[in-house]
């Protein structure tokens, strides 16, 4: 690879790093997937450390896979840039075969039959790689490989935002984790939630239009977020916290713990939803 701009270092990187995984995960299967969430974490992270370093030495990295002291590193917070990585978000769903017809139980939006995102080895699609830059206080490049949907979104080429035409809605929530207040919010503003795992194929779900909105509070952390609202922001859809607040990045506590993304049309509803449901 040869020095680009960082929109394109972003997408290669996040590109390769999920082509990797792919590989990883052919070749392990899904006999045991405690180690291959291991060795998905691992060897995505040694990729994208070591292929920043060759090509942006100067720059400061912080990855959800690096040691407590790396993440403590006091230089990260003097920087002027700083890569965001997140080398596998939705790390259980990766390790998971997607549920075939027939297979019972709760169906969400991977398991459901007719589904254009079969991976080839039969795994669950909604899982991502992160890269995202962090520039002087702002996002300034982000992508999100989406490797078994065979897409990277990118700042590069933000994707086309969809529109929103009133009616009936989708919120993306977590799988495992949902908040306790989105049953309720989702009664509240007329929408149907849509169970995904990774917050990077959440928040991309609603820039391909497969739901208009992602709400998550009670816990998460900035490389679960970087890249994919570097990317929602270049396509011109609303990212903040669930007060409305900014979404800040490059803390000296990577603790970032709620989220919301949407089409701008639906933001000021949503936001006035959960303010009432948290009164
Ligand atoms: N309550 C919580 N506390 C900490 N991290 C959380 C969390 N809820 C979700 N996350 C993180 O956010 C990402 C998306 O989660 P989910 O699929 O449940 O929406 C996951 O990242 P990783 O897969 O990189 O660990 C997960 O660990
Ligand atoms: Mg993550």
Excluded: C
């Excluded at 792919?22 to 291959?36: H, K």
């Amino acid at each position: 690879m040869t020095i680009r701009d960082d929109h394109a270092v972003a997408a290669d990187l996040a590109t390769e790093a999920g082509e990797r995984l792919l590989r990883v995960r052919d070749r392990m299967g899904f006999g045991d997937p405690s180690a291959l969430r291991a060795e998905g974490d691992r060897s995505s992270h040694v990729f994208l450390m070591e292929s920043l370093a060759r090509l942006r030495p100067s720059d400061s990295i912080l990855s959800e896979e690096a040691t407590r002291e790396e993440r403590l590193d006091p230089r990260r917070l003097s920087a002027d840039r700083v890569w965001i990585v997140d080398p596998l978000d939705g790390t259980r769903e990766f390790s998971e075969r997607r549920a075939g017809p027939g297979s019972g139980g709760l169906r969400d939006q991977d398991g459901a039959e007719g589904s254009a995102t079969t991976s080839p080895a039969e795994g669950r699609s909604d899982w991502a790689v992160h890269v995202a830059l962090w520039e002087r206080g702002r996002l300034a490049a982000g992508a999100v490989a989406l490797p078994a949907q065979g897409r990277t979104l990118t700042t590069a080429d933000p994707p086309k935002r969809p529109t929103y035409d009133g009616g009936r809605f989708r919120i993306a929530v977590s799988r495992t984790r949902p908040p306790e207040f989105v049953q309720k919010l989702a009664y509240l503003v007329g929408a149907d939630l849509v169970p995904i795992g990774s917050a990077g194929a959440k928040i991309s779900a609603v820039l391909t239009g497969e739901v208009e909105a992602y709400v998550h509070a009670g816990g998460q952390y900035e490389w679960d977020s970087a890249a994919p609202v570097a990317v929602a922001l270049a396509a011109g859809a609303h990212a903040s916290r669930i007060d409305g607040s900014e979404l800040v990045y490059n803390q000296a506590d990577p603790s970032l713990p709620d989220i919301l993304v949407s089409l701008p049309e639906l933001a000021a509803s949503l936001l006035a939803g959960i303010r009432d449901l948290h009164r």
